[in-house]
């Protein structure tokens, strides 16, 4: 079984290295949990409003090192209650790729992402093919390739379920 393809509008394009996700909703509201209300907060300071701009399937696009710093998971909550369906980047900070291939969403590492495609572009993240396209004028940029662990994650729907599955795999294992 291979992961689905992603195919959406970029809606955010992050074009500075070592973003740190805490800003999408704001340090001084991360530790809310009311998913609704952090929505609502997601890039506000940059652009008020643009919780109400996301269509479900949207994609967002990042730099080098995305996902900086501690990894707090109010940000990316929040993205996904809005319809987020992934972050294709030049690369990612390893605790914030860990933490949201876990969560079972999807990060795609692109280098040369940046110059590749910008706000509103359509875009399609074909992991079969290992590969990204820009849907409006047809060029193509190879992704780096997701280990089997992690393609495994993701098709499972994150980590728990993965190791569900893999456990009942096991002969003798009980649920």
Same mark, same amino acid.
């Given at each position: 079984?291979?992961l689905p ?10 074009? =500075? ?29 940059? =652009? ?13 696009? #990042? ?8 990894? &707090? ?7 996904? &209650?809005? #319809? ?5 980047? =030049? ?8 933490? =949201? ?10 280098p040369g ?63």
């Amino acid at each position: 079984m291979s992961l689905p393809s992603l195919r959406g509008r970029v809606a955010w394009v992050y074009d =500075e290295d070592d973003y740190d996700i805490d800003l999408i909703i704001g340090v001084r509201n991360i530790k809310i949990t009311d998913v609704k209300e952090l929505a609502a907060l997601v890039m506000a300071d940059r =652009e008020p409003g643009f919780a109400s701009t996301v269509r479900p399937g949207d994609l967002l696009v #990042g730099g080098r090192n995305f996902g900086y710093g501690h990894p &707090h998971y109010p940000a990316m909550r929040a993205m996904r &209650h809005l #319809g987020i369906a992934g972050v294709v980047a =030049e690369s990612f900070s390893p605790g914030f790729h860990r933490g =949201e291939i876990s969560m079972g969403f999807p990060l795609a590492t692109c280098p040369g992402i940046l110059a590749f495609a910008k706000r509103g572009d359509e875009i399609k993240v074909d992991w079969a093919a290992g590969q990204v396209l820009h849907l409006g004028n047809g060029q193509v940029l190879p992704l780096q390739p997701l280990s089997a662990a992690e393609r495994q994650t993701l098709q499972a729907g994150g980590l728990v379920p993965y190791l569900k599955q893999r456990l009942a795999l096991k002969p003798g294992a009980q649920p």
